[in-house]
C-alpha cells in the first residue's frame, strides 16, 4: 500500500512574535521587558488579526521605534492596560506590591513578612524564565487558564529546564496568582494542588574526615588567601546559610560571640564561638590587619587576593575549587555543597545531646525545620540506632526483665 502523503502543518518565526491559533501577539524577551516592553496583541487598521505580512510590517515598525528609543534614552511607551487582565499583568502587579519593595531606613527590619532582597531576585528569574520559555502562556489572559493548561506547563518545563526548575516556576506563578486572587482580580488559583513530582529530600552530612580534608585543601598554600577556609569553618560552627556567612561584618562580633540577622528570614541568633572558630577569627583578625582590606569593606570572609567580599557565584567558583583539591585526598568530598555544611552543624549539635530548641536558637531554624533535618538523618545513622538498644537492654537489665 502506498504510504499516504500529509501536508506539512507551515510554522512561522517571526522575532518577538508569538501565534496563538494563528493570531500574533508581540512577545517582547527578557531584556525588552526590562526595558519598559510589554505584550500586545497585533492587529491591523481594521481592528482584525493581522496577516503575516502585516505582522511582518509590524516588527519592522517596533523593531525602528525599539532602535529610536535606545538612541534617544527614552523610556518604552506603557500600553493601555489591556481588558483582558494576562499572566504578565499578574507579574507586574505582584512585584510592584510593597512586600516586593525593599523596605529603607531604620524601618527596614521592622517589617514583617517582606521579602528579602534574594529571594526577590529569585522570583523574579523565575518569571523571566517562564517568559522566555513560554511567551504564549505568559502573555495569556488569566481567565483562559486552567489547571489543565498548568500541568502541561510543569510537563514542558520538566523536560526543557528539569524537574526542580519546573517546580520552583509552578511555585512562584502559584504564589503570583494568590496575590491577585486575594485582591479580586483573578477567580481561584488553577496552581494549587497539582501533586507535583519532587526530588527526594537531600540530606548530604560531611564525616570528620571529609571536613578535615577540605579543610587541609582549604588552608594549602594554593587557596590560602582566598578565604574559603574561614567560610567553612563559620558555617560548620554557626550552623548559618552560605548568604548569612559572607555577609558578616567584623562588628557582629562580641565578646566571642557571632550575631546574625539572616536574610532569608530576618531571624536574629547570637552563636557562641567555639574555641576552634575562636583561633581562626583571631587569624582573620590578624591577617586583616597585616593587610588591610579596602576602604569600606566590613565583611569578615575576604578574597585576600582581591582584597573585596565575595558574591554568591565567585564564592561557589571558590569552593568548587578547593572542594575539588581536597577529593584528591577524599573522592567523597566531590559531592559535599557549602550548604551541606549547615546540615552537618545541626546533626553535629544533635549527636552531641543538644535538644531541638537549642539547635534552633543556634541555626535560625524553625523547630519543624530542625525536626525535619533530624527526621532524615537518625534514619540514616545506625550508631544512633544501637544507641538506643543499648540503652534498652540495659534498662531490662536494671528490671530484671527477661522477656
Request: proline content about 5%; some cysteine.
Amino acid at each position: 500500500m502506498a504510504a499516504i502523503s500529509r501536508p506539512m502543518k507551515a510554522t512561522v518565526h517571526i522575532k518577538h512574535v508569538a501565534w496563538r491559533g494563528g493570531r500574533p501577539r508581540f512577545a517582547p524577551g527578557p531584556g525588552l521587558r526590562a526595558e519598559g516592553w510589554r505584550g500586545e496583541d497585533i492587529k491591523n487598521a481594521a481592528g482584525a488579526w493581522a496577516s503575516i505580512s502585516e505582522t511582518e510590517d509590524f516588527m519592522v515598525r517596533r523593531l525602528a521605534e525599539i532602535a529610536a528609543r535606545r538612541t534617544s534614552g527614552a523610556p518604552a511607551p506603557r500600553p493601555a492596560r489591556r481588558a483582558l487582565y494576562t499572566i504578565e499583568d499578574m507579574f507586574e502587579d505582584w512585584f510592584a506590591s510593597r512586600r516586593m519593595t525593599p523596605e529603607r531606613g531604620p524601618q527596614a527590619q521592622r517589617v514583617a513578612g517582606r521579602v528579602a532582597p534574594a529571594t526577590l531576585i529569585d522570583y523574579r528569574r523565575k518569571a523571566a524564565a517562564l517568559a522566555a520559555s513560554d511567551p504564549e502562556f505568559f502573555t495569556s489572559p488569566c481567565a483562559a487558564v486552567r489547571k489543565a493548561h498548568v500541568l502541561g506547563l510543569h510537563e514542558a518545563l520538566w523536560r526543557a529546564r528539569g524537574l526542580p526548575m519546573a517546580n520552583g516556576i509552578i511555585a512562584v506563578l502559584r504564589a503570583a496568582w494568590s496575590h491577585a486572587e486575594a485582591r479580586g482580580k483573578v477567580a481561584s488559583n488553577p496552581c494549587m494542588q497539582l501533586r507535583l513530582p519532587g526530588l527526594e529530600a537531600r540530606l548530604r552530612i560531611a564525616s570528620a574526615e571529609e571536613i578535615s580534608a577540605l579543610l587541609a585543601a582549604a588552608d594549602d598554600p594554593a587557596f590560602r588567601d582566598t578565604g574559603i577556609g574561614d567560610a567553612i569553618l563559620l558555617a560548620l560552627y554557626t550552623g548559618q546559610r552560605q548568604a548569612d556567612v559572607l555577609q558578616l561584618e567584623a562588628r557582629n562580633e562580641d565578646a566571642g560571640h557571632i550575631r546574625f540577622i539572616q536574610a532569608k528570614t530576618g531571624a536574629r541568633v547570637r552563636v557562641r564561638a567555639i574555641a576552634q572558630l575562636r583561633v581562626r577569627l583571631a587569624a582573620i583578625a590578624a591577617r586583616h590587619a597585616t593587610q588591610p582590606p579596602p576602604p569600606g569593606e566590613t565583611r569578615v570572609v575576604l578574597n585576600q587576593r582581591t582584597g573585596r567580599s565575595y558574591q554568591s557565584g565567585n564564592f561557589s567558583h571558590g569552593y568548587t575549587a578547593v572542594r575539588r583539591r581536597a577529593a584528591a585526598a577524599c573522592p567523597s568530598v566531590a559531592t559535599l555543597r557549602f550548604q551541606d555544611l549547615r546540615d552537618t552543624s545541626v546533626t553535629r549539635l544533635a549527636t552531641a545531646g543538644c535538644t531541638i530548641p537549642e539547635i534552633a536558637a543556634i541555626s535560625g531554624h524553625s523547630l519543624a525545620s530542625v525536626h525535619n533535618v533530624l527526621k532524615h538523618y537518625l534514619e540514616l545513622n545506625d550508631m544512633q540506632a544501637d544507641a538506643a538498644i543499648d540503652k534498652l537492654a540495659a534498662w531490662m537489665d536494671r528490671e530484671g526483665i527477661e522477656a
